[in-house]
């Protein structure tokens, strides 16, 4: 499909603990799939990316794993912090394509 | 390192009338891609210029159409503006059209229709 879905459109957790937020594509030909972070009143910033061929890689804090049998992606980002606040997309390319194609996004709220 | 810089970042139009919003890729960056982001939605693509040629375009009209100038830099253009095209439009750039370069966002051109 057009869109790469997302289970949770809203995710609360306490600072300090460990978030996970997931999303699950639908197009088996992509290749190479990202995370952002996009900010009110900013654009998408990049997170992490993967390539089809891995199903781990790590980043400052942050993990994305990709399950390929189920077409699911997942962030985990560790010891959240407030700044974490932000709605997250995960996106997908189509291999060959241009485009990135981008869910509706999760977002992400840090409680005190 | 300067990042993907766009402008203006806020634009008020009537329905009918022409805009033409601007972007400047990041530096090293050869290849622009423009996306429409509607309100509580993800971005969508409306299309790509790589060596001053559009390089892949999504499902929009072509009232929407772009440029890419030799130092890499785009356009978009949108003619005959509808209450619907009310978005925030963004740039982002790349090194290249292949898979595995990330494309990296500005923060947009928000663009209201009246």
């Known amino acids: 499909g057009e869109n790469v879905g997302l289970h949770l459109p809203t995710l609360s957790v306490q600072e300090g603990d460990n978030s996970i937020i997931n999303c699950a594509y639908s197009?088996?030909?992509?290749?190479?799939f990202i995370w952002y972070k996009q900010e009110s009143g900013k654009g998408p910033q990049f997170i992490i990316d993967?390539?089809?061929?891995?199903d781990k890689r790590q980043g400052q804090r942050v993990t994305v794993l990709l399950n390929k049998t189920v077409k699911h992606l997942s962030l985990q980002i560790a010891a959240t912090q407030p700044g974490d606040s932000a709605v997250y997309f995960c996106?997908?390319?189509?291999?060959?394509?241009?485009?990135?194609?981008f869910g509706q996004g999760t977002r992400l709220t840090i409680n005190p | 390192e300067t990042g993907v810089t766009q402008s203006p970042t806020h634009l008020i139009k009537t329905r009918g009338q022409q805009v033409t919003l601007r972007c400047s890729s990041q530096?090293?960056?050869?290849?622009v891609s423009w996306y429409q982001q509607a309100l509580g939605q993800g971005p969508q693509f409306i299309f790509q210029?790589?060596?001053?040629?559009?390089?892949g375009r999504g499902n929009f009209p072509p009232r929407f159409s772009g440029l890419q100038f030799p130092n890499y830099s785009s356009e978009l253009n949108v003619n005959a503006l509808e209450l619907d095209d009310s978005a925030l439009y963004l740039c982002?750039?790349?090194?290249?059209?292949?898979?595995?370069?990330?494309?990296?966002f500005g923060d947009g051109t928000r663009l209201s229709i009246l």
């Open positions: 210029y790589y060596r001053e040629e559009e390089n």
């Open positions: 197009n088996s030909a992509s290749d190479y």
């Open positions: 530096s090293g960056h050869n290849t």
């Open positions: 982002a750039s790349s090194s290249g059209t292949g898979g595995g370069q990330p494309q990296h």
């Open positions: 996106a997908e390319k189509i291999q060959g394509a241009q485009k990135l194609v």
């Open positions: 993967i390539r089809s061929n891995m």
